[in-house]
């Protein structure tokens, strides 16, 4: 009698206080966090509707053609997954015969229709599905189908797909101890900045990286490296990660602690977890509040960056801090990275990155990787998977050729002559030539300026704007990102465009130039334009920077990167990968199919090498292996033409 008028009203708070907050509620009475008395006795003991340690004490069904609803009013659900009696996981199916059918109007189905007319039952739901029998994809309770994902397995090859594809996701994640050890362990619920509730469930890659560093601390490793691509959710894995040590008694009451090298990045990552609710966050912004912390001995998760460990000395000496490493490629080697492992002397060290480095200088693969795993790497998270995968999209590079260029047999005459009527000797020359050809004397020529500006707004107006999506303008350096913006704005007001531009980078050093002084912006004036730039409906329209904004800046509505400068490897990888994320514009309804980088200064060459992976046991970069990959280009353009048996291609 305590326990079903609980139950009840849970699951019918989901047609009056919204799918999602209902869930949520829901979700804490099945994990067991929810506590009752029962008549009779003096204390409360906490609800226990399914048994996590004990798999085979649960029931569990699978159900089809299953129909809910008042009379008139019923709905049908192809599949069901019951645990206990409670519907866990729906599951759409459509027809593989079809051309003009897909999983995606499954997935519409269930969120735009069933989950809508029917809320009570989904309020128990831990994950939705939808399939044709060609591909298959999940989401979250409230989550629009377009946004469901794939699941898979790092192990399995990244180009697997179709029927064999389907089978391996529905072998993977529809077992009953992944579906609990979703419910479980990797559940969160983010606050919306409207007031509302958003549900977040997991990427295989996350639940794949999280458990292996699980593992890793109980097995007593001290150390591991995740290579995961930019984009694809490193902060909610170790938001994951840090949730499983915090609840495994077998790890002890541990400190997570994450460290960052850039304090945009803490608040980010503070934000992030504040809204979805982790438990006992601590930020230790200065040196004083880290070294408290620890000396304190306390336990929960703590952020900060990595100078707030130098001369602090040993701060704490248990095994059972839990170091995890955002950007593990920067600032970790050399004596900040010392005084760190210095200060923790017995703590473990996972480091997360996107852009491994080895060279001669620096080898992120043997600081954070153990020998005994494959190349280094405790897991994998490939571009190439991502993309497949539909985690991320793919970027498309443009050259663009505006339409100014040197005359540089007319600029040879005129030096000449120049250098003539000076009586300028050779050495007098050669430091004047040095200067004149140095690459931002060309780049600031004012002719050139108007020629890239002008070429930005008609390829942004053309190709970008249509599509509800924005762009960023990376500078050369300060100087040129005044004058861009000045061109910019000059040219959208001569056009009459409803564009709007905002510059963000380093300013108000004592020698920068007076009229900079409004490009001097507060930490929260930045967080500001960084939150408009997101929102469809307000500008900035373009961001224009030269270093600022470059790494760790995620903003799923930019689509095109106007690069004006040179840059390379990482930090060249991690620039053009800011177009990589999914997005679809709310107003318009357009998905983000690719991300593109229109090249105006020439590092077609050097994207190549930034794409490349790094090679943990040499210096340098993984040469490409040209034979293989024309054997694998037959092969693949065998299978492709095997499709066309019997038709004439002439």
């Given at each position: ?62 159900s089809d053609e299953v129909t809910f609803g008042p009379p008139g009013k019923e709905s049908r659900y192809d599949v069901v997954l019951w645990v206990n009696g409670i519907p866990l996981v729906v599951i759409e199916t459509k027809t593989a015969v079809n051309s003009s059918v897909s999983w995606l109007n499954g997935a519409r189905d269930i969120a735009n229709v069933y989950a809508v007319e029917g809320p009570t039952f989904f ?110 959710g490193k902060t909610l894995l170790m938001g994951f990660a840090a949730l499983m040590l915090l609840n495994d008694d077998a790890v002890g009451g541990p400190t997570i602690l994450v460290v960052l090298d850039r304090l945009d990045l803490v608040e980010q990552v503070e934000r992030q977890f504040r809204t979805v609710g982790l438990p006992r966050l601590t930020v230790a912004g200065t040196k004083a509040e880290l070294s408290q ?175 509800g999506m924005k762009g960023q303008v990376v500078a050369y350096d300060r100087e040129l990102v005044v004058a861009y913006e000045k061109e910019l704005n000059r040219l959208i007001s001569e056009r009459d465009l409803s564009y709007t531009t905002a510059v963000v980078m380093t300013a108000g050093g004592k020698d920068d130039p007076t009229d900079w002084a409004k490009y001097e912006l507060t930490r929260q004036q930045e967080a ?123």
């Amino acid at each position: 009698d305590e326990v079903l008028p609980e139950i009840r009203a849970r699951v019918l708070a989901g047609a009056t206080d919204g799918l999602v907050p209902a869930n949520e509620a829901m979700t804490t009475l099945l994990r067991g966090d929810h506590t009752v008395k029962y008549v009779g006795t003096d204390d409360y003991v906490p609800l226990r509707l399914i048994d996590f340690d004990n798999l085979d004490e649960n029931d569990f069904v699978v159900s089809d053609e299953v129909t809910f609803g008042p009379p008139g009013k019923e709905s049908r659900y192809d599949v069901v997954l019951w645990v206990n009696g409670i519907p866990l996981v729906v599951i759409e199916t459509k027809t593989a015969v079809n051309s003009s059918v897909s999983w995606l109007n499954g997935a519409r189905d269930i969120a735009n229709v069933y989950a809508v007319e029917g809320p009570t039952f989904f309020t128990p739901n831990v994950l939705v599905a939808a399939t044709d029998g060609k591909e298959f994809h999940y989401g979250a309770a409230g989550q629009p189908g377009e946004h469901w994902l794939m699941w898979g397995s790092t192990q399995d090859p990244y180009y697997l797909d179709g029927t064999p594809r389907v089978k391996r996701s529905v072998e993977l994640l529809l077992t009953p101890a992944r579906v609990l050890s979703v419910l479980r362990d990797f559940t969160l619920f983010e606050a919306t900045p409207d007031g509302g509730k958003r549900k977040l469930i997991p990427r295989y890659p996350q639940v794949e990286a999280a458990e292996a560093i699980h593992k890793r601390v109980l097995d007593g490793g001290t150390k591991g490296l995740i290579w995961h691509y930019q984009g694809t959710g490193k902060t909610l894995l170790m938001g994951f990660a840090a949730l499983m040590l915090l609840n495994d008694d077998a790890v002890g009451g541990p400190t997570i602690l994450v460290v960052l090298d850039r304090l945009d990045l803490v608040e980010q990552v503070e934000r992030q977890f504040r809204t979805v609710g982790l438990p006992r966050l601590t930020v230790a912004g200065t040196k004083a509040e880290l070294s408290q912390a620890l000396k304190d001995d306390k336990r929960g998760i703590v952020v900060t960056t990595i100078f707030r460990f130098e001369d602090v000395g040993v701060l704490n000496d248990r095994d059972n801090i839990i170091v995890m490493v955002d950007e593990a490629h920067r600032t970790q080697e050399g004596q900040l990275g010392d005084l760190m492992r210095a200060a923790l002397p017995n703590a473990r060290f996972f480091g997360l990155t996107g852009t491994p480095i080895s060279d001669k200088d620096r080898n992120t693969f043997k600081l954070f990787g153990d020998e005994s795993d494959p190349g280094y790497v405790l897991n994998s998270y490939s571009m190439e998977r991502s993309i497949v995968d539909g985690a991320s999209v793919p970027v498309h590079v443009e050259t663009r050729l505006v339409n100014w260029h040197l005359d540089k047999g007319a600029l040879d005459e005129a030096f000449n002559e120049f250098a003539d009527e000076e009586n300028l000797t050779d050495e007098e020359r050669d430091v004047l030539a040095g200067k004149a050809a140095h690459v931002k004397t060309l780049l600031l020529n004012p002719d050139r300026v108007t020629a890239v500006c002008e070429d930005i707004l008609d390829h942004y107006t053309a190709k970008i704007a249509p599509l509800g999506m924005k762009g960023q303008v990376v500078a050369y350096d300060r100087e040129l990102v005044v004058a861009y913006e000045k061109e910019l704005n000059r040219l959208i007001s001569e056009r009459d465009l409803s564009y709007t531009t905002a510059v963000v980078m380093t300013a108000g050093g004592k020698d920068d130039p007076t009229d900079w002084a409004k490009y001097e912006l507060t930490r929260q004036q930045e967080a500001d334009i960084k939150a408009r730039f997101n929102k469809p409906d307000t500008g900035p329209t373009l961001l224009i920077v030269t270093a600022k904004l470059l790494t760790g800046f995620d903003a799923p509505i930019e689509q095109v990167m106007y690069l004006d400068k040179p840059l390379r490897r990482h930090t060249l990888f991690q620039a053009i990968t800011r177009t990589n994320r999914r997005y679809t514009n709310p107003v318009t309804g357009q998905e983000k199919r690719n991300g593109l980088i229109v090249d105006y200064i020439g590092v077609g060459n050097q994207i190549a090498q930034a794409l490349k992976a790094a090679d943990p046991e040499a210096g340098g970069k993984r040469p490409v292996d040209v034979d293989a990959l024309a054997a694998e280009f037959q092969t693949k353009i065998k299978t492709c033409l095997a499709r066309f048996d019997g038709i004439d291609r002439t």
